[in-house]
Nanobody, 124 residues
């Protein structure tokens, strides 16, 4: 059984930083993609960042502020959040796929495995 478990969310002031982690168990995603999505209150879930092999992909809204990394030995994906803004407030979800292709890596429908999410709240 595949499980994704996120950690690292919390409450942070505008301009602050957080580091999210997601540990996958039950299956290796070293050759697949792992990603982060987020959902703010009243909004649809949106793509944040993804990593496949050494290639990284970001939403325009977080480019230059967030950094995604992967530790294949630990089957873990991390998301470093910096220069946080109130609009970054959301539940952040980890997602993984063994079969995603580059052209659909930003599409949440490409991912078959999801974590339960971790709350990030940025206050001004």
């Amino acid at each position: 059984q595949v499980q994704l478990v996120e950690s690292g969310g919390g409450l942070v002031q505008t301009g602050g930083s957080l580091r999210l982690s997601c540990v996958a168990s039950g299956r290796s995603f070293s050759n697949g993609a792992m990603a982060w999505f987020r959902q703010a209150p009243g909004k649809e879930r949106e793509f944040v960042a993804a990593i496949r092999w050494s290639n990284t992909y970001y939403a325009d809204s977080v480019k230059g502020r967030f950094t995604i990394s992967k530790d294949n030995a630990k089957n873990t994906v991390n998301l470093q959040l910096s220069s946080l803004k109130p609009e970054d407030t959301a539940v952040y979800y980890c997602a993984a796929s063994s079969t995603v292709i580059t052209s659909t890596i930003r599409n949440q429908m490409s991912y078959g495995y999801w974590g339960l999410g971790t709350q990030v709240t940025v206050f001004s």
